[in-house]
């Protein structure tokens, strides 16, 4: 039987709502200016956005070298997998080499959905410190 309901964690990059699965989460930190990381926007090439204060670094399940900086999550939230969008052909490509799968609408404006495990630049950066 199939999945029918998605949680996912819920958080901001500028105007953006972005969300990822529960399930490739390990754990979430506050910053420590001493870890390494990487931006959420780096890994989403959105270009420099000077508002941006990351507090939280996002660890990914099987990926625990590459921390990710971004904002405090907004929340966690479980949705119907029926109410998730295809993303429209013309950004199909583009959009799958940032992990981008889906699109969930909602009354304050769409959750774009990320698989870190599909972005390239997210992948290419494990594939150098795996080995």
């Not at 429209?88 to 583009?94: A, D, R, Y």
């Not at 769409?110 to 080995?131: E, G, P, T, V």
Request: net charge negative; glycine share 6%; hydrophobic share 45%.
């Amino acid at each position: 039987m199939k999945q029918q309901e998605i949680q996912l964690l819920i958080f901001s990059l500028g105007n953006s709502r972005y969300g990822i699965d529960i399930d490739q989460v390990a754990y979430l930190m506050n910053v420590d200016a001493t870890e390494s990381a990487i931006s959420f926007e780096q890994l989403m090439a959105v270009g420099s956005l000077a508002e941006c204060k990351y507090s939280k670094i996002l660890v990914i399940k099987h990926r625990m070298g590459i921390p990710i900086l971004i904002q405090e999550p907004d929340e966690v939230v479980t949705f119907s997998v029926w109410d998730i969008c295809s993303l429209p052909e013309v950004l199909t490509v583009s959009a799958a080499n940032k992990g981008v799968w889906g699109l969930l609408p909602q009354e304050q404006g769409i959750i774009i959905l990320i698989d870190f495990y599909k972005n390239q630049h997210f992948m290419q950066i494990a594939s150098r410190i795996d080995h």
